[in-house]
């Protein structure tokens, strides 16, 4: 299945607080098991106004259902391509 990069503008993301994102992982991860195996998140990084999912689905409409479902921004929605690192350089 294609691998996503989904970017969600939520003002405010790095200030939320471990029981908060609790909350917002708990939601996603129901969300996640209604809609079953067609779609699976893999982990986000939170920064001080977005968070960045990365999500293995099959196609970017699943993606937007995830969101519309969970109530969560989609703002930007990426199919990844490949992924390099410093071990690409050898």
Same mark, same amino acid.
């Given at each position: 299945?294609?691998?996503?990069?989904?970017?969600?503008?939520?003002?405010?993301?790095?200030?939320?607080?471990?029981?908060?994102?609790?909350?917002?992982?708990?939601?996603?991860? $129901?969300?996640?098991?209604?809609?079953?195996?067609? /779609?699976?998140?893999?982990?986000?990084?939170? !920064?001080? %106004?977005?968070?960045?999912?990365?999500?293995?689905?099959?196609?970017?409409?699943?993606?937007?259902?995830?969101?519309?479902?969970? $109530?969560?921004?989609?703002?930007?929605?990426?199919? /990844?391509?490949?992924?390099?690192?410093?071990? !690409?350089? %050898?």
């Amino acid at each position: 299945m294609p691998k996503y990069l989904i970017e969600r503008d939520i003002p405010g993301a790095g200030k939320l607080t471990p029981a908060e994102l609790q909350g917002i992982s708990q939601k996603s991860c $129901g969300v996640l098991r209604e809609m079953g195996p067609r /779609i699976q998140w893999l982990h986000s990084y939170v !920064t001080g %106004d977005k968070v960045y999912c990365i999500y293995i689905a099959d196609n970017e409409q699943a993606i937007r259902e995830h969101a519309e479902q969970g $109530g969560f921004p989609a703002n930007r929605i990426e199919e /990844i391509k490949t992924m390099i690192d410093p071990t !690409t350089a %050898d």
